[in-house]
């Protein structure tokens, strides 16, 4: 079984930036969509952005904000977040998709806190 593990994650002001990485235990990134999800506190785990071959899809709210990309060599997926916002605040999970449908076990997650 792959194993996933979210990094990058902490406590940041309203309008500042954080990079999330996200390593596999063996190379999936090549044959897989890869995708970020977040679970706010009472709130379901929703798709934040996607990566396909050279495409990238992001949910609206975060559109022109946040930044999906991978390296296949290194078995990482990134996500650069910008103009964070205190409604951005979450666990960021990251997965191998089909379509829309996570694959793999979910790992711990890595914090997002936006707050002043």
């Known amino acids: 079984q792959v194993q996933l593990v979210e990094a990058g994650g902490g406590l940041v002001q309203p309008g500042g930036s954080l990079r999330l990485s996200c390593a596999a235990s063996r190379s999936i990134f090549s044959i897989n969509a890869m995708a970020w999800y977040r679970q706010a506190p009472g709130k379901q785990r929703e798709l934040v952005a996607a990566i396909s071959g050279g495409s990238t899809n992001y949910a609206d709210s975060v559109k022109g904000r946040f930044t999906i990309s991978r390296d296949n060599a290194k078995n990482t997926l990134y996500l650069q977040m910008n103009s964070l916002k205190p409604e951005d605040t979450a666990v960021y999970y990251c997965?191998?998709?089909?379509?829309?449908?996570?694959?793999?076990?979910w790992g711990q997650g890595t914090q997002v806190t936006v707050s002043s």
């Open positions: 997965n191998a998709i089909l379509g829309t449908r996570p694959l793999l076990t």
